[in-house]
């Protein structure tokens, strides 16, 4: 398989697969953790390796490598894998999304940017997810007439934090997830709650449902719930690990143990809550989003104007929001035609956030 993103969160859980299974990895992309990647290549024996920066190149100790998002696409294309794995973080990831699918590969899809900007031009045929909810709805969907879909968010770095001290708050403390071990933007998307936004784009995409809804269950143990229209629910539990999402939308199934099965009499009590406002501004723009799927390009791209900025001390965590926000309000009448119109309102919301 290729995995794109390999010295990343996914991408490391994915070699943890691939090694568990012994599956042949065939090229890897990663950005600028060279230390992490040689370390993956003595491993995994690629035959071709792709990074992000020319200046990087001598680093490597592989003796085919390219650097750039062309050569990413390159790589997928001359590729004779039929397994895609793409990690990448951001938009960045759309592009490698797309070509995947062009090339008839099969889609392992952790990057669900891909999905909120461009749900609607893709196809879903050969495409799993790689994100912990949508694999437990995946699992929970039952030949009988399902009502509506609900998604459990863990509340984020700063669920229990004093409403009143959140415009302060340091960037170690916003990277400091209660209970998922994940990359840093992805982690800030939990902090403001725009990880939930984004995965309930991903829902409506990938179920084709538009009756979603997410609450807090502390614990990330219960990552999906499926509403059936007898009244009754059902959830999926499992320990917080994205190595059975992974294995699953690799392998297709699997009937081998991957994660220690979860002690309920250990774990003694689950508590949920309600999304609140007050301390996640942006699920305000919730059901407008939701209905208008759209407006996926401007969350996405403000989003990551904003949380970039955050990462950087440029502004401060309540401002990641209130540029999603506003962003949203600007470019509210958005209507995305086509793959172009993509990249053209991608580019003007980045600017317009910018500014
Ligand atoms: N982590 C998780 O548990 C989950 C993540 N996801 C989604 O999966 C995706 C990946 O998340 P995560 O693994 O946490 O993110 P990380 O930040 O941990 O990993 C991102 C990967 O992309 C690589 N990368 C970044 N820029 C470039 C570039 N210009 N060229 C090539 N490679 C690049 C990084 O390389 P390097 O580090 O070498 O610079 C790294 O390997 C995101 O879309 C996220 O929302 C979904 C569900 C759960
Ligand atoms: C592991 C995974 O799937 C993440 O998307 C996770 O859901 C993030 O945690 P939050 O529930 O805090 O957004
Ligand atoms: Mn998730």
Request: aromatic share 8%; net charge negative; glycine share 6%.
């Amino acid at each position: 398989m290729i995995i794109l993103g390999s010295t990343g969160s996914i991408g490391v859980n994915t070699l943890n697969i691939a090694r568990k299974f012994n599956l042949n990895v065939e090229v890897l992309v990663a950005g600028s953790n060279i230390e992490v990647l040689n370390k993956q290549i003595e491993e995994f024996k690629p035959s071709k390796v792709v990074i992000a920066n020319k200046v990087d190149i001598v680093k490597v100790n592989h003796s085919h490598v390219t650097f750039g998002e062309d050569e990413i696409l390159n790589a997928i294309e001359n590729s004779k894998s039929e397994t895609v794995v793409n990690a990448l973080v951001g938009f960045l990831g759309l592009k490698p999304t797309l070509k995947a699918i062009e090339c008839g590969k099969k889609l392992a899809l952790a990057n669900k940017e891909s999905l909120v900007v461009a749900g609607k031009f893709i196809d879903y045929t050969n495409l799993s997810p790689i994100d912990s909810e949508h694999f437990g709805l995946w699992y929970l969907i039952q030949e009988k007439a399902i009502d509506s879909m609900t998604i459990t968010a863990s509340g984020g770095s700063f669920r229990d934090y004093p409403l009143d001290e959140l415009k302060n708050v340091s960037i170690k403390e916003a990277l400091n997830h209660p209970n998922w071990s994940m990359g840093n933007k992805i982690t800030i998307d939990s902090a403001t709650m725009t990880n939930k936004i984004f995965e309930l784009m991903e829902a409506a995409w990938l179920f084709d449902i538009r009756k979603l809804d997410a609450i807090i269950e502390t614990k990330s143990l219960i990552h999906a719930m499926v509403n059936f229209k007898d009244g009754s629910t059902t959830a999926h539990i499992a320990n917080a690990s994205m190595q059975l999402p992974i294995a699953y939308a690799i392998l297709g199934k699997c009937d081998t143990p991957v994660l220690e099965p979860v002690d309920l009499v250990k774990v003694g009590s689950l508590e949920f809550k309600k999304i609140e406002t007050s301390r996640y501004p942006i699920w305000e723009a919730k059901d407008e989003i939701i209905n208008n799927l759209d407006l996926g390009v401007v969350l996405n791209a403000a989003n990551e104007v904003g949380v970039s900025k955050f990462l950087n001390s440029e502004i401060g965590f309540l401002d990641v929001s209130r540029i999603s926000l506003e962003a949203l309000n600007k470019f509210n009448n958005v209507k995305i035609d086509s793959l172009d119109d993509i990249f053209t309102i991608d580019k003007e919301v980045r600017a317009y956030c910018e500014s």
